[in-house]
Each structure stands twice: as C-alpha cells, then as structure tokens.
C-alpha cells in the first residue's frame, strides 16, 4: 500500500509538508495524524490501483442522523453522482473491539447512504462488504475486494458477485445459526458422540462382514435359528459399547464413583458404562425394528421380497450384494442408528448428572 502512495506523491496527487497531508484533487489538507495517514494510503491505492476518478472521491462526506451530522471518511460516487462505496479509515494501532465498531459505524452510514459497497481498513486489517436492500432490510454479505473502476459491468464479475452472494448467504446461515449453536456445549458433544459411533459402527461393520459372517455361515449358523438380524446385533452391541467407553468421562460424571483407589474408580467407572450402553441399546433396538422389521423366520430362497425392506435379513437379499459390497448389509443399519446411538448417550449422561443429585 506504501507503493501506492509513492505513486501518488510522485502523481502530486498527495503532498505532506509541516506535519499536514494536502490532497491536490480534494483542494484540502489536514493535519497528519495516524489515522490521517491511513486515509492518505487508503485514497492512493483508489486512484493508482483501482483506479476510480479523482472527481469521484469525496472527503467528509455529510451524512444526518438524527438532529446531528456524521461525516464519512471517503465516499466514492457512480457514474450518477450516487453513493458507491463508502470507506471508513481507522489508524493502524487499534484494537479488535474499536475495528468492530468502524464495521458497525460505517454499516449506520450505509442506512442513510444506500452505497452498495463498503470498505472498513486500519491499513494493517481491511474488509469489504457487497451491501443490498431487502424488504427485511439492508443485507451485506463479505467480499475478498473492492471491484475496480469499471469492473462492475463486465460479465464475468456479476457472476463472480453472484458467487459472492451465495458465499455471503451460507456465511450469514452459519454465523447466524449454526456457530451459534456449536458453541453450545451440548452440541458440541453431540457432535463429538455422533463422528465416535460412526467410526466404531464402521469398524464393527467391517469385522462382522470380515470374520464373524463368514464364521456363522461356515458353521451353518444361518440355517438354523439365526439371521444376519442377530449378527448385526452383536457387532451393534459392540460398537456402542467402544462408542461409550470412549466417551466414558463425558457419561460417567465422577460424582457417581465412590471409590477412592484409581484402580476401583476405574472398575466402578466401567460398570457404568455397561450400564449406559445398555440404556443406549434399549431406543437402538425399537429404532432399528422400525425400519428393519423381520419376522425372525429365515428366508433362504425368496427373491420376490429380498429387495424390500422388511426382508433385508433374509439370505435372499444378501447376496443381492456382490462379495465387495457385503459390508453394506451391516454398514446401512448402522447409519440408520448412529443418530439414536449419540442422542441417546447425551441423554444418559444427563440421566447420570440428575441422578447424582438425588442420590
């Protein structure tokens, strides 16, 4: 940006002399303050690199509020003589919470002024914001830069500020909606419990199709009493078991351990995890009967149903996967009860917190 201003004093557009900065295209001077500085860079890099008219640069511009008068930085006007972008300098040594409020002052400046951009810089930090009105309202959505001179009307910058816009909306929706709700702690550990039971439920997934599959149907297992119903269970079981345990210390408040051996703490920590695994499996299993209902009768040859639903544990509907994919037969329940399975450990942990209280 200094760059910029070399050019300028070189142009004669901006002089310092006696402590004062004197800008030849405004007919004005004022006393060189830091922040006057940042102004003197800032009007240097809009007439040497992006190249907006001098006679479209205002200082000061007035702005009413109320009964008084604000006045702007630097305004750029259009073509029309109509607010364009409205430029608010801040001296390069201030703090976070003051760069937020030029943010906010510039934003009130833009209620009044209706300019479709706004530009707030401490030299060192800068921000630019695409500025509309809604029927709810003035909506600004952040941009990467200020368009240059002319740039506005060429077609591959409305789309590229039509990218914009749909960047600025999904960054409003999360600032607004979801970060919010991330810095809650509840749903951080929901989302936490959620990433754990999917990895554990893929590992079982993966083990159950690998070793225990192939051994129950070596054993002939599946043409008895059993069906992949019952070895989905087992690998099920497994994973919220490791799925609980490793969230043990979020579940298991220390106030249920009355232990005062690191050793029993352990052991007693551990009966409580059994325990929460099976209050975890409990809404697991009617969760699961919902989607995967099977009435337990083994289908070995029935391939009218073994697309449906309600016979995804049959044999039939088995080997409709090829020997590569067998993994889903497992891998899709799981997903259908990962949800169930982080929900209802967040609740067990709090069924754990009251119950310390009462007890």
């Known amino acids: ?20 900065v004197f800008y030849t295209t405004q007919n004005a001077n004022f006393p060189l303050t830091p922040e006057e500085q940042v102004r003197a860079e800032i009007y240097a890099k809009i007439l040497c690199y992006y190249r907006y008219p001098a006679e479209r640069v205002v200082f000061e511009y007035p702005v009413k509020m109320g009964s008084s008068y604000k006045r702007v930085d630097i305004l750029i006007l259009d073509e029309k003589q109509k607010p364009f972008c409205i430029v608010e300098c801040k001296k390069s040594s201030i703090g976070e919470s003051t760069f937020e409020e030029a943010v906010e002052q510039a934003f009130s400046y833009d209620n009044h002024l209706y300019a479709p951009y706004i530009w707030v810089t401490s030299g060192k930090r ?51 909606l979801i970060a919010p709700t991330l810095r809650k702690r509840w749903f951080a550990r929901l989302i936490l419990f959620l ?18 599959t192939p051994w129950a149907m070596e054993k002939k297992l599946l043409q008895k009493s059993w069906t992949f119903e019952h070895l989905f269970y087992i690998s099920a079981s497994l994973a919220t078991l490791a799925g609980v345990w490793i969230v043990r210390h979020s579940v298991v408040p220390s106030d249920l351990l009355s232990a005062s051996k690191a050793s029993e703490r352990a052991k007693q920590r551990n009966n409580w995890v059994i325990i929460a695994t099976i209050l975890v499996l409990i809404p697991t299993y009617f969760w699961l009967k919902i989607f995967f209902d099977y009435d337990t009768r083994y289908c070995y040859g029935c391939k009218p149903c073994a697309e449906e639903w309600r016979c995804w544990w049959s044999f039939a509907h088995f080997r409709l996967y090829a020997r590569t994919e067998r993994i889903w037969e497992y891998l899709t329940p799981s997903w259908v009860i990962v949800g169930v399975q982080a929900v209802s450990t967040l609740l067990v942990a709090e069924i754990f917190k009251w119950y310390v209280t009462i007890r």
């Open 126 to 176: 800068e921000i630019f914001f695409k500025s509309e009105h809604t029927l709810q309202g003035r909506r600004r959505y952040e941009l990467t830069d200020l368009p240059k001179f002319g740039f506005t009307k060429q077609l591959w910058y409305k789309l590229y500020e039509a990218w914009q816009s749909v960047w600025g909306f999904g960054k409003d929706f999360y600032e607004e």
């Open 195 to 212: 990433v754990i039971f999917m990895i554990c439920n893929l590992l079982a997934s993966w083990a159950n199709i690998t070793w225990l």
């Open 1 to 20: 940006m200094r760059n910029y201003l070399s050019q300028a004093q070189q142009e004669g557009l901006v002089r310092f002399y006696n402590h004062e």
